[in-house]
């Protein structure tokens, strides 16, 4: 079992920034990659960002070059830096932990980011 917890979300106004946290408890020491969605109301759950625990990443193509996604793997935390915020960026973003070996997902609650025009 993991367990994830996101933190870092909040209102901003558009061209502003956040960091958003992820840490990952319990039986993750196996290969992994970590990663964050978001959900706005009434959409789907897309993909934002993706690393791999070797470091690989991989980006929507509406948030390259905008957000950079990290981990720390001594902490078993993720990251999303996100920049140059957009009224479309809001949503509930979800941070996702997949068992490679096993390719069970994990999901965290959530952390509501609002970006205000």
């Known amino acids: 079992q993991v367990q994830l917890v996101e933190s870092g979300g909040g209102l901003v106004q558009a061209g502003g920034s956040l960091r958003l946290s992820c840490a990952a408890s319990g039986s993750t020491f196996s290969r992994n990659i970590m990663g964050w969605y978001r959900q706005a109301p009434g959409k789907q759950r897309d993909l934002v960002a993706r690393?791999?625990?070797?470091?690989?990443?991989n980006y929507a193509d509406s948030v390259k070059g905008r957000f950079t996604i990290s981990r720390d793997n001594a902490k078993n935390t993720v990251y999303l830096q996100m920049n140059s915020l957009k009224p479309e960026d809001t949503a509930v973003y979800l941070c996702?932990?997949?068992?490679?070996?096993?390719?069970?997902?994990?999901w965290g609650k959530g952390t509501l980011v609002t970006v205000s025009s």
């Open positions: 690393i791999t625990s070797d470091g690989s990443t």
């Open positions: 996702n932990f997949v068992d490679v070996r096993s390719a069970i997902n994990y």
